[in-house]
């Protein structure tokens, strides 16, 4: 199932692209065909195409006998009248449904295409052929330089036959093959610039014949089920810009020899089962935009070296086993958007450098064994994120890192919150996610929660905070998701009146006491989860409760508090509600008819 998936990475954006192409074509085909009349056996071979195929959203309706194969939808011809280019795209999905291909659209994989001896390029997008494989006859396709075979059902294995279109330029795959091995006659497509067979199955090594590809530029594997090392002499493919490896079963280490590709740009080998160092020598690939090498078993530290990579847009060495330190270099990528280093063994401090880098970058560094200060320096990364979450990090909270979207530090060792800086004004406070639970936070909240305005989700929950909840807090204008819970607040529920937007509140086991009281039910109005439970809150229930709650709709966990009295009728009407838990209180009396006969859990009244 992850390999599927992984398949399908970016299959909605190049659904679009290859729709964009049939429009181009469409028009192509209009201009270059206004003086064309179609080959006879070009037009009866497109005919036997169509006839064997289902046509749902009458994409193939001018293919019609005895008129022009030349205007024909999808078809472009040379002045001779010859068919060289076709382009048979599936219908778009109508307005409001999901980007998916329709699988009526769908037919036999037509062999008779295998005589448009003059045809250059092919391209087949989104259609269901059922598992049926590629036709030998296509062999005579030797004037073809495109071929795309996109998300087709494709079945069997692909033919050594494809070793005939000797013309080919562009190889584009995505089926759903038999396990098979590369056949080597695909070495003898000698002027290959782009070669993407994808989720194809195919196994075994890549064969070093490929090595005669001199002229390749992007090269793309992903998402079969390869193996054995990475051969060295990938690196003597002096034109590659992409090389694209990912979710394979590679193993051993990464070859030195990838470094002297000087025009790569992107380096994706990730999900596979990689050992040793990185390389120190891909630091000086210059033009590299992406390096993804998640997902392995590399070990050792990060090589300085990357820091050299002044291009680099995305760095993705997370779920490794990497150890020692952040190189301090890293921040030297003033181009990077996402450094990715999770799920690792590093240790030390954060490195103050990293807070050179960019504006909006994303930064994510948990599950690792970091320790020390976070640095102020990060707060200058403005709009971007931390997540840090997982570590061993001590000491306060940064006030800078109010001017970010984003920060996680959850499971850490912090115990600060007062600023030791000037808060940042509204208009720089942009933080929407503040997680810092589970630290070890004490005293009451800081005032300074009430500035965060943007905030959309602020975690507190597990620390040692005390005192009352700020209303100020409660009223922040986009907050959605607020947790104070396992906190020693020992207070009561705020009495003053006010509206909130938050929509799932949980204070549960926070030695809350005293009564739940209307006023503060009813000023939630969006409210979808409430988690009261493990509290002192003791005498009865409002009368109202039901219409200070009518709108919620999720759950209500009152339990293991010492409520008292009646479960006043009015809790009927909460007709909404998936979860309602009043268990281990004192309740008296009866349960109220209808909510006695509902659906809803009600563990034990007493």
Partial sequence: MPKQLGSRRGGKRRWWIVSLLGVILTLLARFCNAAATCSTADSEALLIFKAGFNDPGNILATWVNGTDCCSWTGVVCDSSGRVIRLSVLSPPPQRGQPLVRNPNFSGVVGASLGSLTSLRSL??????????????????????????????????????????????????????????????????????????????????????????????????????????????????????????????????????????????????????????????????????????????????????????????????????????????????????????LYSNRLTGNIPSELGNMSPGVEIDISNNFLSGLIPQSLGNLVQGSLTASNNRLTGGFPIGLLKLGSVILSHN????????????????????????????????FPTWLSNLTQAIVILLNNNNFTGSIPVSLLILPQLNFLNLSSNPLATQLPAARFTSNVGILDVHSSGLHGAIISSFLSSFPNLFQLFLQHNHLSGPLPADIGSALSHIIGTLDLSYNNLTGTVPSSISNLTFLTSLDLSHNNFTGPVPHTLEASTKSINKII
Avoid: M
């Fill in 123 to 340: 391209d087949l997008t989104n259609v269901n052929f059922s598992g049926s494989p590629i036709p030998v006859a296509w062999e005579g396709l030797v004037n073809l330089n495109f071929l795309q075979l996109f998300s087709t059902s494709l079945g069997g294995r692909i033919p050594g036959a494809i070793g005939k279109l000797v013309l080919l330029e562009t190889l584009n795959i995505f089926g759903n093959f038999l396990p098979h091995t590369l056949p080597t006659e695909i070495c003898q497509l000698t002027r290959l610039q782009t070669v993407d067979i994808e989720a194809d199955q195919i196994t075994g090594s890549l064969p070093a014949c490929i090595s005669a590809w001199k002229n390749v530029s992007v090269i793309r594997f992903t998402a079969n089920n390869l193996s054995g090392p990475i051969p060295p002499f990938l690196g003597d493919l002096s034109a590659l810009t992409i090389l694209d490896l990912s979710n394979n079963h590679f193993s051993g280490e990464i070859p030195s020899t990838l470094a002297k590709l000087s025009n790569l740009q992107v380096l994706l080998l990730s999900e596979n089962r990689l050992t040793g160092q990185i390389p120190p020598a891909l630091g000086t690939i210059a033009p590299l935009i992406s390096l993804s090498l998640n997902q392995n078993l590399l070990s050792g530290s990060i090589p300085p070296l990357l820091g050299s990579l002044q291009h680099l847009f995305g760095l993705d060495l997370s779920t490794n086993h990497l150890n020692g330190t952040i190189p301090a270099e890293l921040g030297n990528l003033e181009a990077l958007q996402t450094l990715t």
């Fill in 413 to 444: 060792l912090l115990s600060n919150l007062s600023p030791t800086d000037p808060l940042p004004s509204s208009d720089q406070t942009t933080l929407s996610f503040l997680h810092l639970d589970y630290n070890r936070f004490t005293g009451p």
